[in-house]
């Protein structure tokens, strides 16, 4: 475990220094004045990125969550245990995570049986597109340990309740709606 805070550690610490490098003036790097509007227009579109990822959860949990563009670059190194990322069908999906909601994904995307040791949370207050093409409002979602344990809720959308989607799965996970719009107005995905 150590080992793994230590990798992580220099990992990051390695990312910031390249990524400082990038700000080098052109004249010390030896580079054109082409490349110093590359890095300057780079640099604002990574700022835009972080805007938008970090908006996908409340202000205090997006302020000290680690930021990863869609290759995975850390774009801001966080202090907790949050990651803030794009993610759905089409990857444009901006999402926070909790570290049991990404080993929750991470098992789901290699199709394995999540382990899951503690309730986890994502949040997605920009919605999604899911893999069926329906259209969710902003929502929570709370990734249970025991999916057995979300039995009491109902299996499909109704106006402002919570709901368990992909249930008597392995994957079953609470979907709560928040920011005033219900799960009554999704959109079901198009016959054409």
């Known amino acids: 475990m150590k080992r793994d805070v230590i990798n992580r550690s220099l990992t990051a610490a390695v990312l910031a220094a390249l990524w400082g490098?990038?700000?080098l003036p052109a004249a010390f790097a030896g580079q054109g004045r082409a490349n110093q509007s590359q890095t300057t227009h780079q640099a604002r579109s990574e700022a835009a990125v972080i805007q938008t990822l970090s908006s996908a959860a409340?202000?205090?949990?997006?302020?000290?969550a680690t930021v990863l563009s869609r290759a995975g670059k850390v774009l801001k190194q966080g202090t907790g245990e949050w990651v803030c990322r794009f993610a759905g069908l089409t990857g444009?999906?901006?999402?926070?995570l909790d570290s049991q909601s990404r080993a929750y994904f991470k098992a789901r995307s290699q199709g394995k049986t999540p382990q899951v040791e503690r309730i986890g949370l994502t949040?997605?207050?920009?919605?999604?597109t899911t893999d069926t093409g329906m259209q969710m409002p902003p929502h929570v979602?709370?990734?249970?340990?025991?999916?057995?344990?979300?039995?009491?809720f109902p299996t499909t959308p109704q106006s402002g309740m919570p709901w368990?989607?992909?249930a008597n799965?392995?994957?079953a996970h609470l979907i709560i709606p928040v920011?005033?719009?219900?799960?009554?107005a999704m959109s079901q995905p198009s016959s054409d």
């Open 123 to 128: 949040y997605m207050l920009h919605g999604m």
């Open 21 to 23: 490098l990038a700000f």
């Open 58 to 64: 409340p202000e205090s949990v997006a302020k000290h």
């Open 164 to 166: 368990v989607m992909k």
């Open 169 to 171: 799965t392995p994957y």
């Open 179 to 184: 920011g005033g719009q219900s799960m009554g």
């Open 141 to 152: 979602m709370l990734i249970i340990p025991d999916p057995a344990d979300l039995k009491p």
């Open 92 to 96: 444009d999906t901006p999402t926070c």
